[in-house]
């Protein structure tokens, strides 16, 4: 098993800026690929940026380019997105999420392994 806690949400104006963090534990952690999906209220569950075990490219949806920054750091087990420029959609819950592979092409609905989530508020 592998678990996963995220944190760092909160709310903040359209422009800001926040960083949230999501940290593994528990079975070969560190062989997942990590990534970031958001769920708004009402909406499907969305990939938002994923990193593979390793190195290699930083997969990002299009929405989210050029503004979201997602980092891994293997001594800690952990993940970091780097939000900037926030809009209000992009308000959400933030979901951290590790599996073998995990792409914007992944059906989020059978990745292996979800964090409880995190709530990001943006205001207008």
């Known amino acids: 098993q592998v678990q996963l806690v995220e944190s760092g949400g909160g709310s903040v104006q359209a422009g800001g800026s926040l960083r949230l963090s999501c940290v593994a534990s528990?079975?070969?952690?560190?062989?997942?690929?990590m990534a970031w999906y958001r769920q708004a209220p009402g909406q499907e569950r969305e990939f938002v940026a994923s990193?593979?075990?390793?190195?290699?490219?930083?997969y990002y949806a299009d929405p989210v380019k050029g503004r979201f920054t997602m980092s891994r750091d293997y001594a800690k087990n952990s993940v970091a997105l780097q939000m900037n420029t926030l809009k209000p959609e992009d308000a959400a819950v933030y979901y951290c999420?590790?599996?073998?592979?995990?792409?914007?092409?992944?059906?989020?609905?059978?990745?292996?392994?979800w964090g409880q989530g995190t709530l990001v508020n943006v205001s207008s």
């Open positions: 999420a590790a599996d073998r592979v995990i792409g914007s092409w992944s059906d989020w609905r059978i990745l292996e392994f």
């Open positions: 528990g079975r070969t952690s560190a062989n997942y690929a």
């Open positions: 990193i593979p075990w390793g190195g290699g490219t930083t």
